[in-house]
Structure formats: C-alpha cells, structure tokens
C-alpha cells in the first residue's frame, strides 16, 4: 500500500462547481499535513495546512480525520484558475528528520 | 513567504557529465534540505535528506554515489548528478524548512509553523 494515495482523477469541472478531492495516507504516526498545489512545469507551492478541527481559507475547506487516516479538500466555487495538479502531503519523524511524503496529486481542469 | 532559489533553471548536457544544482535559502536559515525528482506526469518522489553539516539520508533505490549532495552551509545544498544518463533527465527540486528562533528565551529549532516547506523553483536536466 502506497503511503499517501489520492483520487487519481482527472477532474474536469464547469466553472462555479463544487469539486472534493480525498487523500488517504497509511503511517498512522504522521504529524502534519498539507495541501500543495501543482501547476504544469513549475515548483509546489503551499496552498494550505490542514488541522484535525478544519480550516477554511476563502472557497477552500481542508478536514483531517486522525482517526480514519483521512484528509479532503474541497473547492467552492471553481474558478478557472483553480485548474492544477493538487498534491497531499503528509510529513512525520523517522529518526532524527522529518520525512515528508506527497501523494500523486489529482489533476483539475476547471472549464468556461 | 520565505524565498528558496534553484541554479541553474535548465541544463542540458551530455550523457557521461556530472550536473551540479544548487539550492539555496535566501531569507532564512535552513538546517534541513529535501531534494525530489519528478518525472513527467508523476508526482515528487523524495531522494534525500540533506542536513547541515552530516551526511544526507537518501531514500531506498537512491544511489548516494550516484547523486552526490552537500550541506555545507545553512543557506545552501547543492546536489551533483555524476555521469549523467538520459534516463536522470527529469525536474528535480529542492525543498528548505526555516530554523527559527522560539520566543521564549534560549530555544531554538526546526521551524514550529506546521513544519512548511519553501520549494525551489526546479532544475530541469536533459541528458542527450
């Protein structure tokens, strides 16, 4: 079993839909976690952190569920923008640094 | 955000030639470095651990004298693919995590924000 593993998409939604991505990971020891967001050819960059209480920034809502090693992602009101490679990314301790695994991303493509 | 710089941007070169890529942190200390490989359509694959003055930590199937990295300082990491192949051609990005000062009197350590990591840019290698 992979450890973080993602929808494997692509999604392809109209503009304004409600899209969720979900991301499972496997080291029940794991401490932190993140949503990356991908475009084509360029670096991650850090879309948002994801807390066991939940967290909202504008039309983005991240859940962590410990319990069931679970963690989603859901996109309000898509906008065109919003098209990309979303990565979960799950870090935890292994000795003495900490390892930080990414899971194989969902690709969006939001259309007009 | 804190700024993390890859050089260069691009190389390509010949089969058989080392490649070095550097990875530096521009406003912020960093004890720890991550290097990932992407290859197309896939996502980051971690290849190693670099820490500040100790050997890197490479992840299974990485060959360390393969892809030599340093940590020589706490601003920079650098990373050399030695003897080149074609099949090495791919992105390859480093990652940095802030060391920062707590407020309280006396302590230090890896940064406490929900151990983020600051990307570089990326290094795209194409070995002919």
């Known amino acids: 079993r992979k450890e973080v593993e993602q929808d494997p998409g692509p999604f392809n939604v109209p503009e304004g839909a409600t899209v969720a991505f979900n991301c499972t990971y496997s080291?029940?020891?794991?401490?932190?976690f993140f949503w990356y967001r991908q475009d084509c050819r360029k670096e991650p960059k850090l879309l948002m952190s994801?807390?066991?209480s939940g967290n909202e920034d504008g039309r983005f809502t991240a859940q962590l569920n410990r319990a069931s090693q679970y963690i989603s992602l859901l996109i309000r009101d898509s906008k065109l923008s919003d098209s990309a490679t979303y990565l979960c990314?799950?870090?935890?301790?292994?000795?003495?640094?900490?390892?930080?695994?990414f899971g194989p991303g969902t690709s969006l493509s939001v259309i007009p | 955000g804190a700024v993390v710089s890859q050089h260069p941007s691009r190389v390509i070169c010949k089969s058989g030639t080392s490649v070095k890529i550097e990875c530096r942190s521009l406003d912020f200390q960093a004890t720890t470095m991550f290097w990932y490989r992407q290859f197309p359509k896939q996502s980051l694959m971690l290849m190693a651990t670099s820490n500040e003055g100790s050997k890197a930590t490479y992840e299974q199937g990485v060959e360390k004298d393969k892809f030599l990295i340093n940590h020589a300082s706490l601003t920079l990491s650098t990373l050399t693919v030695t003897s080149a192949h074609p099949e090495d051609s791919s992105f390859y990005i480093c990652?940095?995590?802030?060391?920062?000062?707590?407020?309280?009197?006396?302590?230090?350590?890896?940064?406490?924000?929900?151990?983020?990591?600051?990307f570089g840019p990326g290094t795209r290698l194409t070995v002919l």
């Open positions: 990652s940095a995590k802030p060391y920062v000062l707590n407020t309280r009197q006396g302590e230090s350590g890896p940064g406490r924000g929900g151990n983020e990591q600051f």
């Open positions: 990314v799950v870090t935890g301790l292994k000795t003495s640094y900490d390892k930080v695994i």
């Open positions: 080291n029940s020891a794991s401490q932190s």
């Open positions: 994801v807390y066991s």
